[in-house]
């Protein structure tokens, strides 16, 4: 859990001051999103433990700052396509974390009706394109989309999230060559966290995260996800170019889990060693780091902290009780939505449900 | 009616369907400069423009998966693969993204996309050539299939699949495309799916097929004919959705069927037909159907064991003459 008590310890240095152009206002509204997104997970956390949520459950809790700070400097109509880690990143793009929830629970009113669960959050309106299962697939669907928006002369873009597991998948480097050859505006974000589920990045491969779309011609950068203003400047800039028709981009979004893969992983593990857990945890909290720097400039005292946390815990626990409150799917819905048209003629299901 | 090819036929369909719809483009392995490796988009991108009908890299998944997103997104994407064949590279991103997304978003996200190319055997062109591969999608719930036998249902059925607001797997045949049949002049040909068709009369025993296998059932029923043996050839056109009607009324009137694919039999096509029509006309049957499929090995080269292992008219009569007790 974040502390919202500034430790004597970590009074900042100087340079750690810079709020990156940004200005205090908004760093203090991205310190509300953060505060949410972890009072959040925390909630999601709880309601898996018993049994309110079922399945598979990833949670963001140490990556926050890659969420908020990416996501942020987007237009209402630009897209966002992630993997399975996705609730935090659909809460930033507009969905309102008490859909989220209700999805993480199975439940009617969430996001997805409850068909999709913590890996499949989908609102269209919110141009929040799905969390997706399947180890880099949506990394081809990002491409399509930005294929969309060339076809149509928008001028949107397109954020990818994947984690740094998928840049071995063929369709990554399908996709990006795709990207740099039609000169595509999206964005391919590596969410790099340093592990594919148990399986250290540098095990799997010989290059750096940086070579991996060089020779598609998809220029590279990466930035600490741990800092938020550092990220958030980093992907103005980046979506300003990308919009402006400047083809795509790669990003090394550097961050760390402070949790398991998932919530039947325990948080350490077998496969990174208890103590790096703990140091980054304690020195690399994209909370505390933004905290220590909106005290330290004045801009936030531990009163207005306190009253943040205080609402973003609120929202959480209302998220909680709506999900809660929601209704299970109804059982005559269980085949609606497997097809978009049901043709007038001939049997589309099989199992005995249209025998005459 | 005008007498043209099951490729003229195919051409038709996705430049009409093109004019009609600026949302519909092409996308495959030389589908714009070489004009399709078997030219089915002969001329299209002179007509249409490189947006419309785009050459992509030889990335079956990579690309299957772009226009899987722009669907998604809102374009209505023809993808042609060279051969279903090579299909099987992009089968995540057909089963796992394009069939399911509709259902996994509560209906947010329709997906209209048709995947289309030549499916099955031709002649000597081996195991990883030759596979007929419509079970693979017709498997999935959230994918509609389609197998035209002739130049009037390449075009209706290909515009009815453009027109679709599901993903639809479209399969032909490379021994089809050069394949003679009248097709009507009207510019809005259009033959909703799941509608089979008669393609012969006959009261003694009905033969089910679908796809290029329609004219092997043909041959062979020309030939029971000569030997007063009447067959019912009904073909399906369409695997998902499935005219189970027509089946049943065949089944009714002839009481005696065989089931006749180009794929492999187990959990062929043929398995779950067979299945459906012992559930629902057992009392109509006069003796076990019988099938009639790929010999269950992978596609050999050599001439004479590949006849073999094709499904051919003669090992369709000899099937006509077991349920007939003959």
Known sequence: ????????????????????????????????????????????????????????????????????????????????????????????????PNAVMAELFGRVDGASGGRGGSMHVYDKDCRFMGGHGIVGGQVPL??????????????????????????????????????????????YVVENNGYGMGTAFSRVSKTDMSAKPVPHGVPASHVNGQDVLATYAHFRELIAEVRGGGGPRFVDLQTYRFRGHSMSDPVSGTYRPTEEVERNTAEEDPISILRDRLIAGGHLDQDDLEEMDKEARQIAQDAVDFADASPFPEPSTLYDNVWAEINEHGRLFFDGRERP | MAVITYREALNEALREEMERDPDVFLMGEDVAEYDGAYKISKGLLEEFGDKRVVDSPISELGFTGLCVGASMAGLRPVVEFMTFNFAFLAIDQVINNATKMYYMSDGQFPMPIVFRGPTGAALQLSAQHSQACETYYSHAPGCKVVTPATPADAKGLLKASIRDNDPVAFMEGETLYNFMGEVPEDDDYVIPLGVADLKNEGSDVSIITHGKMVHVALQAAAKLDKDNIGADVLDLRTIRPLDMDAILKTVKKT???????????????????????????????????????????????????EILAKPSADRVIEACNKVLYR
Not at chain 1, 38 to 67: D, N, P, S, T
Not at chain 2, 266 to 284: K, L, N, P, R
């Open chain 1, 142 to 187: 990002a491409t399509g989309i930005g294929w969309k928006i060339k076809y149509k002369d928008e001028d949107t873009v397109v954020i990818v999230y994947m984690g740094d597991a998928a840049v071995n998948q063929g369709g990554f480097h399908e996709a990006l060559n795709m990207a740099a050859v039609w000169e595509l505006p999206a964005i």
């Open chain 2, 255 to 305: 009481n005696r069927v065989v089931y006749l694919e180009e794929g492999w039999p187990y959990a062929g096509t043929g398995a779950q037909i067979v299945s459906m029509i012992q559930e629902e006309a057992f009392d109509h049957l006069d003796a076990p159907i019988l099938r009639v499929t790929q010999a269950d090995i992978p596609m050999p080269y050599a001439k004479n064991l």
């Open chain 1, 1 to 96: 859990m974040a502390e919202t008590k500034t430790k004597k310890k970590s009074m900042p240095k100087k340079d750690q001051l810079s709020l990156h152009g940004v200005s205090p206002e908004l760093a203090i509204d991205m310190m509300g999103d953060m505060l949410l997104y972890r009072r959040f997970e925390e909630k999601a956390e709880e309601a898996y433990a018993i049994g309110k949520i079922g399945g598979f459950c990833h949670v963001h809790i140490g990556q926050e700052g890659a969420a908020a700070g990416s996501i942020k400097p987007l237009r209402e109509d630009d897209y966002v396509i992630s993997a399975y880690r996705e609730h935090t990143q659909a809460i930033a793009k507009g969905v309102h």
